[in-house]
């Protein structure tokens, strides 16, 4: 089935699993994995952008004890 470009539902599911299997095997789990709340997400999203995974998840239970709410975060002061 492969050949004409097409995969077998049965083998996408199991190709699918693979690769997240594969995928928390090599980067782990971290904090923001399954969350609820988009504003944990957007957190870790963010420092992200400008550092390590392993990096974010030292902080990122810091940054939400401190900053609990995106209200919090928006009134605090830029050089914290």
């Excluded at 399954?34 to 957007?42: I, L, N, Q, W």
């Excluded at 400008?50 to 900053?67: G, I």
């Amino acid at each position: 089935a492969i050949r004409d470009g097409t995969l077998p539902a049965e083998d996408l599911t199991t190709l699918s699993k693979a690769l997240i299997d594969q995928g928390l095997a090599y980067y782990g789990t971290f904090a923001w994995h399954g969350a609820k709340e988009p504003y944990s997400v957007f957190i870790a999203e963010y420092f992200l952008r400008r550092t390590t995974r392993t990096a974010v998840a030292r902080v990122h239970e810091k940054v939400l004890e401190r900053f609990p709410t995106l209200e919090d975060l928006a009134a605090a002061d830029p050089e914290e």
